[in-house]
């Protein structure tokens, strides 16, 4: 039997529904949860990213600004804009769209943002506090995966995940997150000797690799959850993921599509911390 499709388009307008009467609710104490994003350049798909995100505070009644600077701007310039939007009282939140021009460092940029305002979550302090389990802000796009996990009603516990990739800002968070929920889990990258066997082994499998379609249905336990993270664009319109989804989906329980999976998701998670970071 084909997978089950977690569907992250009505789990994420759900979740935006959340956060619209959460807001509301701010906004009769007299707090307007504020979000700042800082865009660098004219980069095409950044500035999609950024359209959205404050195209979907606005949905929610979230006060948003986005900073559109040159492609030239120095990292001074940059540092000392986010140093006025970390002492302004209308913003609880500060995203810096990623990836910054080459003249700039980006650990200075993202370590220069006040930690209580990193709603991506990205900071070292933030990092750390989410390995050690204290409060932090959820890095939005493995954020969003729990999120589609606990909404279906999939949990973890005493699972084995296997999540493929070890980025700071998707594969190691998602790792952190599983295993404080009590999964077994097993991180895979570019040097790991047989992934197709490490995969095989997953009843929850997180691909974040960023190569188009490349786990496919032979890698997949029968039944396990696939969660697809990767958005990988393929000639001039399609979108695929990093899983082969015709294959996969005859093997998985369930299964995310690209796009309408975890992409939504990871907006919806963005609104949800900027709200948190208003309440706190
Ligand atoms: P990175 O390029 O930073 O990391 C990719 C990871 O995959 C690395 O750890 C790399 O290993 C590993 N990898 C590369 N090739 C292989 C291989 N052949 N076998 C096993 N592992 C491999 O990517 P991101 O984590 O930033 O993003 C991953 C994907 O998720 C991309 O498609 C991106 O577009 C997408 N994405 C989607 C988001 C969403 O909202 N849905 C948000 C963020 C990202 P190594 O460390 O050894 O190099």
């Given at each position: 039997m084909p997978a089950q499709i977690l569907d992250g388009k009505q789990i994420a307008a759900a979740v935006r529904e959340e956060v619209k009467q959460e807001v509301a609710r701010l906004k009769e104490q007299g707090i307007t949860p504020g979000l700042a994003?800082?865009?660098?350049?004219?980069d095409p798909a950044s500035q999609v990213y950024v359209r959205n995100k404050h195209r979907a505070c606005e949905e929610v009644g979230i006060y948003s600004v986005v900073h559109r600077l040159p492609g030239e701007t120095t990292q001074a310039e940059l540092l000392d804009l986010i140093?006025?939007?970390?002492?302004?009282?209308?913003i609880h939140g500060i995203l810096v769209q990623l990836p910054l021009p080459p003249h700039i460092d980006e650990k200075t940029v993202i370590d220069t943002i006040a930690l209580e305002k990193d709603v991506d979550g990205f900071s070292p302090a933030n990092v750390g506090n989410l390995v050690i389990g204290d409060k932090c802000f959820y890095p939005c796009t493995p954020h969003g995966c729990m999120v589609l996990l606990d909404k279906t009603g999939i949990d973890p516990r005493g699972k084995k995940a296997v999540v493929v990739g070890r980025s700071n800002i998707v594969g190691k968070p998602m790792a952190m997150m599983l295993l404080a929920r009590h999964a077994t889990v097993t991180i895979c990258h570019s040097r790991t000797a047989n992934l197709a066997e490490e995969c095989r082994q997953a009843d929850i499998l997180v691909a974040a690799v960023g190569k188009p379609e490349m786990i496919t249905g032979d890698m997949i336990k029968e039944g396990a959850v696939v969660i697809d993270v990767g958005i990988n664009r393929v000639g001039e319109k399609k979108l695929v993921g990093d899983v082969h989804f015709e294959s996969a989906v005859q093997k998985a329980g369930w299964i995310t599509p690209v796009p309408g999976g975890v992409g939504p998701m990871t907006i919806a998670m963005l609104l949800k911390?900027?709200?948190e970071a208003a309440r706190r």
């Open positions: 994003v800082v865009l660098v350049g004219d140093k006025q939007l970390n002492n302004d009282s209308q911390n900027t709200v």
